[in-house]
């Protein structure tokens, strides 16, 4: 076989979580009043290692099918000149089990606000290679069953002062977000 060059075209990486990524608030404001927002974004050592290992797992199935390939020179290495972002913001209200690591429950529902759950890539714990809109939908339909078989439920006994033990809500809300 003679030289070959390979040349890496689109490639998305699924990024782990990194507290210092966030979106923020600024006081500064934009033509409708409505406050900008900040975005900082770091890639780091974690998502380069993806990318090598997925370039090395990529040849070796290529080796399988054109032996040799995978002594190929590479065109030039994409990282890290070629980065950008895919435009989805998530996880800033990431689930988790314990609420030392994130905002809402299993159930989507907000750390220690009984009637208060958010729905939306938002809660996603790490970004996902993929776009997130299907997951989106699978969530909003799962927290939509979940808030039905909540309501279903009969409704807690009320105590000698009145108020319902367990504070489970009338009306939960729901929020949508993606950032
Ligand atoms: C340029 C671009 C291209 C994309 N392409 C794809 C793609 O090809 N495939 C894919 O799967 N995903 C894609 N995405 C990502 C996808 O659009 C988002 O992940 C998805 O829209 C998030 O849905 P959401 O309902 O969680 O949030 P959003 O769609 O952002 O909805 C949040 C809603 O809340 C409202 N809101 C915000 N604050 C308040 C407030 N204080 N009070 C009341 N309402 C409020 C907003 O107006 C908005 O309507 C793309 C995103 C961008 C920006």
């Known amino acids: 076989m003679g030289e070959v060059t390979v040349r890496v075209g689109h490639e998305i990486l699924e990024q782990v979580a990194n507290p210092e990524n966030r979106i923020e608030l600024t ?19 974690a998502e380069e290692r993806t990318h090598r290992r997925s370039l090395e797992i990529l040849l070796a199935q290529l080796e399988r099918i054109e032996p040799g390939i995978s002594a190929a020179r590479l065109d030039s290495d994409p990282w890290p000149r070629d980065i950008v ?16 690591t994130g905002v809402v429950d299993a159930d989507a529902r907000v750390h220690g606000i009984d009637n208060l759950h958010i729905v939306g890539s938002s809660v996603f714990s790490v970004s996902a290679s993929t776009s997130p809109t299907v ?6 339909h799962r ?3 979940h808030l039905a078989q909540r309501r279903a439920r009969p409704a807690p006994m009320a ?16 929020h949508g977000t993606s950032c």
């Open 85 to 100: 972002g895919t435009w989805h913001h998530v996880g800033a209200t990431r689930m988790s089990g314990d609420p030392a």
């Open 159 to 174: 105590s000698p002062s009145g108020a319902a033990e367990g504070s489970v809500a009338e009306s939960p809300q729901i």
């Open 27 to 45: 006081t500064e404001r934009d033509a409708l009043g409505m406050p900008r927002v900040r975005t900082t974004w770091h890639v780091d050592a």
């Open 135 to 140: 997951a989106i939908v699978e969530l909003a």
């Open 143 to 145: 927290l939509g069953d």
